[in-house]
Antibody, heavy 118, light 107 residues
Framework: EAELVESGGGLAQPGGSLRLSCAAS????????LSWVRQAPGKGLEWVAV????????YYADYVKGRFTISRDNSKNTVYVQLNSLRAEDTAVYYC???????????WGQGTLVTVSS | EIVMTQSPATLSVSPGERATLSCRAS??????LAWYQQKPGQAPRLLIY???TRATGIPVRFSGSGFATEFTLNISSLQSEDFVVYHC?????????FGQGTKLEIK
């Protein structure tokens, strides 16, 4: 059974950086696209970014383009997202999920909370 | 981007009855529509994809319908664990977008 476990969340200052990780198990990692989706406190879901199975193709939501970078290490079954130039509005639980930007997401990890505050 | 609108924001229904949740797209998404269930403090769980196909392990009391811009999630014979939040998502066009969610509460 596929499992995703996120880590790396925490408190960051405005303008600061964090790197989130998502460790995967239970499936052939390298053939699946992985996405990051976030949810601000009490709000809906927002897709953030996606990376193809081989890592060659990435897409980003407009509001994170140029600030966030998604990557993956297929030898470690892990996907990452580097969050730079953080803003208060980036405060959210960040989930990783199996799925491309033109598909559904299943399953999801348990999420990691990022709080941007001074 | 395609805007997804869910209605109502909160739906009050009695246990054992049927709930009907709506999701509207700002332009046609064909049948590229998914529904998710989210319990408090948990990640979303996929219920329906392709507008009407139940995901693995999802009970038959969950059913989806619709095409183009109008979609419905029906939950029959509501059980206590069904009173949580439901999200719709279109994946016909990048970026994938979600509705704001419908909270199903006990009447």
């Amino acid at each position: 059974e596929a499992e995703l476990v996120e880590s790396g969340g925490g408190l960051a200052q405005p303008g600061g950086s964090l790197r989130l990780s998502c460790a995967a198990s239970g499936f052939t990692f390298s053939i699946y696209a992985l996405s990051w989706v976030r949810q601000a406190p009490g709000k809906g879901l927002e897709w953030v970014a996606v990376i193809s199975g081989n890592g060659e193709t990435t897409y980003y939501a407009d509001y994170v383009k140029g600030r966030f970078t998604i990557s993956r290490d297929n030898s470690k079954n892990t996907v990452y997202v580097q969050l730079n130039s953080l803003r208060a509005e980036d405060t959210a639980v960040y989930y990783c999920a199996i799925g491309s930007s033109v598909g559904w997401f299943d399953p999801w990890g348990q999420g990691t909370l990022v709080t941007v505050s001074s | 981007e395609i805007v997804m609108t869910q209605s109502p924001a909160t739906l009050s229904v009695s246990p054992g009855e049927r709930a009907t949740l709506s999701c509207r797209a700002s332009q046609s998404v064909s049948d590229k529509l998914a529904w998710y269930q989210q319990k408090p403090g948990q990640a979303p769980r996929l219920l329906i994809y392709g507008a009407s196909t139940r995901a693995t392990g999802i009970p038959v009391r969950f059913s989806g319908s619709g095409f183009a811009t109008e979609f419905t999630l029906n939950i029959s014979s509501l059980q206590s664990e069904d009173f949580v939040v439901y999200h719709c998502q279109q994946y016909n066009q990048r970026p994938p977008t979600f509705g704001q969610g419908t909270k199903l509460e006990i009447k």
